[in-house]
């Protein structure tokens, strides 16, 4: 298996799209994603 490593600066020049994951990987059934936002993003948990 051949491994790259990626420029996460490169991938997101890539997309305008805001609130749309982009999928920039795939490993053993995995997908990495990467998204844009605007605004406020509140990281909320659950107790």
Request: hydrophobic fraction near 45%.
């Amino acid at each position: 298996m051949k491994y790259e490593v990626l420029n996460f600066e490169k991938k997101l020049a890539l997309f305008d799209e805001h609130w749309a994951p982009k999928v920039i990987a795939e490993m053993n059934n995995y997908q990495f994603k990467i998204v844009k936002f605007e605004g406020d993003f509140v990281w909320h948990n659950h107790k």
